[in-house]
């Protein structure tokens, strides 16, 4: 089966600074992965997915996450930080279920703080 | 149009009630699925539908009752339900069915909370 992990579930970062959120991967195939942002009382919006296409995905908003193969990891950046990106940050894989259907795996989330 | 709308937004029950919830696309999706979420958790598969088949049931409880009456519309019936069973119900859709690799897209959630 397959797996993500998020490190940190909360990272409080100044406006302006870099937004960095960490996810590592754990798949025996080459796999499909994404970014979900959900804010309060919202569903979850992708913000970018990586299909083997190119290794460095730009999203929505602004973000991007590069894959390395090497790390495992399919970290989400972005340059400088807004406080509308105040939220909860999902990476996901795509797996395949008992009978064949894909599902998508959830990491624990990582709550994202914009300071003034 | 990338829509997912899920109706109602709040839903409260009492643990002898009957209620729906109910899901809707008209993007030509034909895979959907019901997702529970709990506060400061991720959401958890419960069902997926693939061309109005079930195609995944994650040993949910039969407390929880899932529909696809059609290739658009997806609900999901609820009966005697727990005050655990309180949380934000998501229901996504992706396309053209469950493969692997395929986007999902989320509507905004019904918020149930049992009495």
């Known amino acids: 089966a397959q797996s993500v992990t998020q490190l940190g579930s909360h990272v409080s970062v100044s406006e302006g600074a870099l937004v960095l959120l960490r996810c590592n991967y754990s798949?025996?195939?080459?796999?499909?992965l994404f970014w979900y942002v959900q804010y309060p009382n919202q569903g979850l919006q992708l913000l970018l997915k990586?299909?083997?296409?190119?290794?460095l995905v730009k999203g929505i908003n602004g973000f991007e996450a590069e894959f390395k193969k090497s790390e495992t990891s399919f970290h989400l950046t972005k340059p400088s930080a807004h406080m509308s990106d105040a939220a909860e940050y999902f990476c996901?894989?795509?797996?395949?279920?008992?009978?064949?259907?894909?599902?998508?795996?959830f990491g624990q989330g990582t709550r994202l703080t914009i300071n003034p | 149009d990338t829509e997912v709308t899920q109706t109602p937004k709040h839903l409260v029950m009492g643990m002898t009630n009957k209620k729906s919830l109910k899901c809707e696309q008209h993007?030509?999706?034909?895979?959907m699925y019901w997702y529970k979420q709990k506060a400061k958790k991720p959401p958890e598969l419960m069902f997926v539908y693939s061309y109005e088949k079930l195609s995944i049931n994650e040993s949910v409880p039969s407390r929880f009752s899932p529909e696809c009456p059609n290739s658009s519309l997806l609900n999901l019936h609820l009966h005697a339900l727990q005050p655990e069973d309180s949380a934000l119900y998501l229901c996504?859709?992706?396309?053209?069915?469950?493969?692997?690799?395929?986007?999902?897209?989320f509507g905004p959630g019904t918020r149930l909370t049992v009495l």
């Open positions: 990586y299909t083997s296409a190119a290794t």
């Open positions: 798949s025996s195939v080459p796999p499909y």
């Open positions: 993007m030509g999706h034909r895979a």
């Open positions: 996504a859709s992706s396309p053209p069915t469950a493969v692997l690799g395929d986007t999902q897209y």
């Open positions: 996901a894989v795509s797996d395949r279920g008992i009978q064949g259907a894909q599902k998508l795996v």
